[in-house]
T-cell receptor, first 110, second 115 residues
């Protein structure tokens, strides 16, 4: 059965800390891995990764994919309270819709 | 562009009642997805349509759930009869392409509570 597993499920850090969120997957016909941020409402797109070892970066957020070991990490440096959210990992396969992990709930305290 | 529009935003209903959730996708998007989100199971795909035709409904939990897309600008998800375990946030998303994920746009969701 295809699956996407995220860890940890929840995380509490102080402002300024660096965090690493993990996503592992076991799917057939893998095409890409995506990260979304979900605050109070709808998930919003962060990154799409298709190739191993190529880091995607946006401000304090960065992500990388390892297709050999079947995982990805999302790093957030110098965290701020506005980074508090659920971070979702999803995998795109040929022939079907996105499969999501359960998410990591990040809480950043001031 | 108004984005994906879902209604109602919140729904509280009694067990056994019929519930209808509505979604208006982004104009021009040819894929429409219904997802359900709970703390225990995360975001689960229920069904998706391509050009108004249901492609994969294997995620629909049971016969109490049905979904339709009568035209390119409207879809419904119906639960009849509703049960407390159906309580969740239901998201609709639309996309120009099924597989890339970058083009998925989610609606704000409908929070359903069945008491």
């Amino acid at each position: 059965e295809d699956k996407v597993v995220q860890s940890p499920l929840s995380l509490v850090v102080h402002e300024g800390d660096t965090v690493t969120l993990n996503c592992s997957y076991e799917v057939t016909n893998f095409r890409s891995l995506l990260w979304y941020k979900q605050e109070k409402k709808a998930p919003t797109f962060l990154f799409m990764l298709t190739s191993s070892g190529i880091e995607k970066k946006s401000g304090r957020l960065s992500s990388i994919l390892d297709k050999k070991e079947l995982f990805s990490i999302l790093n957030i440096t110098a965290t701020q309270t506005g980074d508090s959210a659920i971070y979702l990992c999803a995998v795109s396969q040929a022939g079907t819709a996105l499969i999501f992990g359960k998410g990591t709930t990040l809480s950043v305290s001031s | 562009d108004a984005g994906v529009i879902q209604s109602p935003r919140h729904e509280v209903t009694e067990m056994g009642q019929e519930v209808t959730l509505r979604c208006k996708p982004i104009s021009g998007h040819d894929y429409l997805f219904w997802y359900r989100q709970t703390m225990m199971r995360g975001l689960e795909l229920l069904i998706y349509f391509n050009n108004n035709v249901p492609i994969d409904d294997s995620g629909m939990p049971e016969d109490r759930f049905s979904a339709k897309m009568p035209n390119a600008s409207f879809s419904t998800l119906k639960i009849q009869p509703s049960e407390p375990r159906d309580s969740a946030v239901y998201f609709c998303a639309s996309s120009l392409a099924r597989g890339t994920g970058m083009s998925y746009t989610f609606g704000s969701g409908t929070r359903l509570t069945v008491v």
